[in-house]
T-cell receptor, first 108, second 114 residues
Framework: DAKTTQPPSMDCAEGRAANLPCNHS???????VYWYRQIHSQGPQYIIH???NNETNEMASLIITEDRKSSTLILPHATLRDTAVYYC?????????????FGTGTRL | NAGVMQNPRHLVRRRGQEARLRCSPM?????VYWYRQLPEEGLKFMVY????????ESGMPKERFSAEFPKEGPSILRIQQVVRGDSAAYFC????????????FGNGTRLTVT
């Protein structure tokens, strides 16, 4: 699976949009981009994922660049409850579902 | 739909005892993953199982640790003869196994070895 690079920490004012970047320049064609967050010591929470197209759900939006080498997670109106470590993960599919490998993430 | 259920939430064991951690996946999910998070450290993959089969155990310590996911019932992570270094949060995740399907995590079992 491709490696990802994220800033170690970011700040965001409450009520403003939080834009969390992720670099995955070695991503290959069959690899998806996933975003998770971990609030304090709870279990990781799935946020959103995508392959090529931008995606939106009730939690966030995922913007993937056309060359797929980077992506941005957007939390439209950040609140204190969004304080967490955010993980960007790239995972391929080889006929069977494989593990997710967590890096160090971005502390928001 | 109920999420991934793990029990117990907290488990205290003395050195040398056995710890059994249980995980019930989300309804319809037949793929289970176990992760460990040591205090102040990141999430580390341990093992991936699909009903009655171990698919990937590349992160599992070679001794004292075992995992199973029987045809009926929850997945079990078993730690024999626990040591203080086993104290950690153990998280289970499940997936449908379909292409691109995400993993959904439980809230973990916090094991303390005294």
């Amino acid at each position: 699976d491709a490696k990802t690079t994220q800033p170690p920490s970011m700040d965001c004012a409450e009520g403003r949009a939080a834009n969390l970047p992720c670099n995955h320049s070695t991503i290959s064609g069959n690899e998806y981009v996933y975003w998770y967050r971990q609030i304090h010591s709870q279990g990781p929470q799935y946020i959103i994922h995508g392959l090529k197209n931008n995606e939106t759900n009730e939690m966030a939006s995922l913007i993937i660049t056309e060359d797929r080498k980077s992506s941005t997670l957007i939390l439209p109106h950040a609140t204190l409850r969004d304080t967490a470590v955010y993980y960007c993960i790239v995972r391929g599919y080889t006929g069977t579902a494989s593990k997710l490998t967590f890096g160090t993430g971005t502390r928001l | 739909n109920a999420g991934v259920m793990q029990n117990p939430r907290h488990l205290v064991r003395r050195r040398g005892q056995e710890a059994r951690l249980r995980c019930s996946p989300m309804k319809g999910h037949s793929h289970v993953y176990w992760y460990r998070q040591l205090p102040e450290e990141g999430l580390k993959f341990m093992v991936y199982l699909q009903k009655e089969n171990i698919i990937d155990e590349s992160g599992m310590p070679k001794e004292r640790f075992s995992a199973e996911f029987p045809k009926e019932g929850p997945s079990i992570l078993r730690i024999q003869q626990v040591v203080r270094g086993d104290s950690a949060a153990y998280f289970c995740a499940s997936s449908s196994g379909q292409r691109g399907a995400p993993l959904h995590f439980g809230n973990g079992t916090r094991l303390t070895v005294t």
